[in-house]
């Protein structure tokens, strides 16, 4: 293993104060790993296990494998490739895969150049991607050349005349068109220190409820603390398989235990190129899955299509269900309907997370949102004026920890709200905690859409539709769906001097400024005025209460 360079913690980033990182570290929370090193002692290890399965990533379009040992060999040569391209330490780099083995041949070759992966969605498009890399002053962008019908390489043009700073686009796989293909980089070794244990590893995107999406700096040793503490109350051990049915950028599946906690046990993980059950029950049956993650609507289609498989889907042990709210009705039938244990997550890509513990009575289960990872995992429950609320009662959830941000990357401004003064995290999130030290999470004071899980800041919309020149004022916000949970409904008041225009016309406005479709308000309704507040200021709580036209 190669010696730790000096700790290069980001001035970019806050971070713990040193009374903390020294408790963390003291507890053995903190323990000095990096998932460069992670990835080579595994390699070193068991090198003929396997790491990766990509189902359709052979280049016949069938089933791949790469074990530690390749996936080792592949995160050097790349990493040498990059390295002669001029990727270095602290460099950006605007990271959007699918769920493919090179989404973890660039991860690890990035984190072993100390180079920063920037965690983008394949639904993103240029409106996000070109903010993303802008913001990020992002030097390289890794796409796909196509996927799921779409043709990143048109994304990619787009993006790179709005951000200058991007030199380089990196296409997975073949047919780079007008750019570099990540196999024709050149492969002459090169030496590489190891990243400092506290430096960033990468950079994660928030949920966000502004106008723009803030990055999430996270550092080897927070977030790999948060991987040992899931695989362990996950059940997760060099056995597992775990199935990335969720996207792979996404902090659920990435961490929670997902494909970072299971490489960190030495197990195997299987890529799912699409959460249906048509492709996900024929997989889990032959790759015998044991462990996989779900946002609630993907597990409501899972449990019924479970009653009437004829798939065998007894090897899976756990199933985690996250990311939004999962209703008690729905977790009922889990347990029943696949025949495994239900473990609820609550989590945030700003750090905490919430399990219900594998061996929890039935109806903890079932009723709670679990509780944290971490002893040192601070809560508390508070009143709009911060003052802490009574077991039992319902609050605003404030949280500080070993692997919850201080801040996020170059926010100043928004860390001061985001942030209490001693540090912590305002989740925005409405909870309260049970006599037996669970969570549950009642609603949410952020202005913010939970579409199934996909996270949407009712600004950031908002912003796209008042780009209409016919739009006069728009106020985004909540209401209830049976499958999703929630779905966007967009109010909109339109200049008096304007032209009608259709619902239908706005939402092809939005989608057309470029944005990912699952921000497109899934309901316009026009109106004359929005409702107040005592002090005038628009009451969205009104606006989700109107009856749904
Ligand atoms: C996960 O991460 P993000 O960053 O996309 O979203 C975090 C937010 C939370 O603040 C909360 O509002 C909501 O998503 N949320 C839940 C929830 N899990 C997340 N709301 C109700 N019930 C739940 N079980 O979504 C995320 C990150 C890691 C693990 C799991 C989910």
């Known amino acids: 293993m190669s010696t730790p ?22 507890a053995g929370h903190w323990r000095g790993e990096t998932f460069g090193a992670m990835l080579r002692e595994r390699a070193a290890a068991h090198p003929d296990r396997i790491a990766i399965v990509d189902p359709a990533g052979g280049p016949d379009g069938g089933r791949r494998a790469w074990t530690y040992g390749e996936l080792d060999r592949r995160a050097d040569r790349l990493a040498a490739g990059l390295t002669a391209r001029g990727i270095g330490r602290g460099d950006r780099v605007v990271v959007q895969l699918p769920n493919t083995a090179e989404f973890f041949e660039v991860v690890f070759a990035l984190f072993r150049i100390g180079a920063l992966p920037v965690f983008a969605l394949p639904a993103h498009r240029e409106s996000e991607i070109a903010y993303f890399c802008s913001f990020a002053e992002a030097v390289a962008y890794v796409i796909p050349a196509e996927h799921g019908g779409y043709d990143y390489r048109t994304l990619a043009a787009v993006v790179c005349a709005k951000a200058p700073t991007v030199r380089h686009v990196l296409v997975a796989g073949r047919d780079a068109g007008a750019f570099e293909s990540l196999a024709d980089l050149p492969a002459e070794p090169v030496t590489l220190s190891e990243p400092a244990p506290d430096a960033l590893a990468f950079l994660q995107l928030s949920g966000g409820s502004t106008g723009t999406p803030k990055l999430i700096p996270r550092t080897h040793d927070d977030y790999i603390y948060s991987l040992r503490g899931s695989n362990e109350l996950c059940g997760v051990t060099e056995e597992s398989v775990y199935l990335c049915v969720l996207p792979a950028a996404h902090n659920f599946p990435l961490s929670s235990p997902g494909t970072l906690g299971t490489l960190y046990a030495g197990g195997r993980v299987v890529l799912c190129p699409s959460p249906s059950p048509d492709t996900a029950f024929p997989l889990i049956e032959r790759e015998r899955v044991t462990i996989t993650g779900l946002v609630p609507p993907l597990a409501l289609v899972w449990t019924e299509a479970a009653t009437r498989t004829a798939h ?73 004026e911060d003052q802490d609320l009574p077991v039992g009662t319902t609050g605003h959830l404030l ?16 860390n001061r709200r985001s942030f209490t003064e001693d540090g912590f995290y305002r989740t925005g999130d409405l909870v309260r905690l049970t006599e037996s030290g669970h969570l549950v999470v009642e609603g949410r004071a952020k202005d913010q859409i939970n579409r199934g899980g996909e ?19 728009a106020n985004v916000v909540a209401e209830p769906d049976p499958y999703l949970g929630e779905r966007t409904c967009a109010y909109v008041i339109l200049r008096a001097d304007a032209e009608p225009v259709k619902a239908s016309a706005l939402k092809a406005f939005v989608r057309g400024r470029g944005l990912a479709a699952y921000k497109v308000p899934d309901r316009v309704v026009f109106t004359d005025a929005f409702p107040k ?7 969205k709580k009104d606006l989700r209460a109107a009856p749904a036209a």
């Open 455 to 473: 996270k949407i800041a009712a600004e950031e919309v908002e912003n796209h539709l008042l780009a209409h020149p016919a739009v006069h004022d």
């Open 312 to 384: 065998d889907l007894s090897s899976l042990d756990v199933l985690l269900v996250g990311g939004a709210k999962f209703s008690e009705e729905a977790a009922r039938r889990v347990a029943p309907a696949l025949g495994c244990t239900l473990q609820q997550v609550f989590g945030m890509a700003e750090g905490l997370v919430n399990y219900t513990r594998l061996d929890d009575p039935a109806e903890t289960i079932v009723t709670t949102q679990g509780r944290p990872i971490s002893a040192d995992d601070e809560i508390r429950i508070v009143d709009d």
């Open 399 to 414: 949280t500080r920890g070993p692997y919850t941000i201080r801040g996020y990357w170059r926010a100043p401004e928004h």
């Open 5 to 26: 360079s000096p700790s290069t913690v980001d001035a970019d980033a806050p971070t713990w104060p040193a009374e903390f990182a020294e408790r963390y570290r003291a």
């Open 533 to 539: 507040t005592g002090v005038g200021k628009v009451s």
